[in-house]
C-alpha cells in the first residue's frame, strides 16, 4: 500500500480560530469542508495536540479565516508551529477583527472568513471532526485561494535552502529536522503534528 496516495488528495489551507474566556488562540487546519446545505454545515477535523481543538470542543464556536496565495511561511510558523497554551499567536498581527461571535478572524492574507458553530462532534482517533452550522461569513476579495499543493510548491523552504548540515529524519510536511539515526513508529512532529510516515530520511 503506497500511502503516498493520500497526497494526491486536494486540500486547502486554513487558520481556524477559537476563543475561551479572554484567551484567543488559532492553528493551521487543511480539512475545512462544506458538508451539507440548508442549515448550511461545515466539517472541519483537528488533530487532538493542537489546543486550539481543545478550546473548541469546550466552547463549540470557531472562525475560519481562507488563506490566499499571497500568504508567506511566517504565518505557518506562526499558527502551525508553536503552541497557544504558551504564547498569544496573535501579538504580531494588528490587523485584527472580530466577528459577531465575538471570535477573530485575519484580514490579510485572506480573501473571506466562516463562523461556525458546532452542533456534533465525531472521533477519529488522531483527530477529531467537528459538524458546526455556519452562522456568519464575509468575502474580502477574489484572490486566489490556497492550497495544499500550492503551499507545498511555492511557500514551503525548498530543503536544499537549508544550509544547516543535519542528519536525521525530515518532516516532509513542514521540514522539521529530527536529528537523531532512529524515528520511532509513533513519532510526532513537535512542528506540524504529522506522524512518523511523514517523514524522510536526510
Ligand atoms: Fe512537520
Redesign the pocket.
Known amino acids: 500500500m503506497d500511502k503516498s496516495a493520500l497526497f494526491k488528495l486536494g486540500y486547502g489551507l486554513y487558520v481556524l480560530i477559537g476563543r475561551e474566556g479572554e484567551k484567543d488562540t488559532g492553528c493551521i487546519v487543511n480539512t475545512v469542508m462544506q458538508a451539507g446545505d440548508n442549515p448550511t454545515t461545515l466539517s472541519v477535523a483537528v488533530n487532538k495536540l493542537n489546543y486550539t481543538h481543545d478550546v473548541i470542543k469546550k466552547t463549540g464556536e470557531f472562525n475560519v479565516s481562507t488563506l490566499t496565495t499571497s500568504t508567506d511561511f511566517e504565518i505557518f510558523k506562526n499558527f ?2 508553536q503552541s497557544g497554551k504558551d504564547i498569544n499567536k496573535f501579538a504580531k498581527y494588528n490587523q485584527l477583527k472580530r466577528s459577531k461571535n465575538g471570535l477573530l478572524y485575519l484580514t490579510e492574507n485572506v480573501n473571506g472568513y466562516l463562523s461556525g458553530k458546532v452542533v456534533e462532534t465525531i472521533d477519529f482517533g488522531s483527530h477529531t471532526m467537528f459538524k458546526a452550522e455556519l452562522t456568519d461569513c464575509k468575502v474580502f476579495s477574489d484572490e486566489e485561494s490556497l492550497t495544499y499543493a500550492y503551499y507545498h510548491k511555492n511557500i514551503k523552504p525548498k530543503p536544499e535552502e537549508n544550509k544547516e548540515d543535519k542528519k536525521g529524519w525530515r ?6 529536522i529530527h536529528e537523531d539515526e532512529n524515528l520511532p513508529d509513533d513519532f510526532v ?6 506522524g512518523a510516515s ?2 524522510e530520511k536526510i
Do not use: A, L, Q, S
Not at 518532516?171 to 522539521?176: E, N, P, S
Not at 512532529?189 to 504529522?194: E, L, Q, S, T, V
Open positions: 502551525g508551529f518532516c516532509k510536511i513542514c521540514g522539521y512532529c513537535p512542528w506540524c503534528k504529522h511523514d517523514f
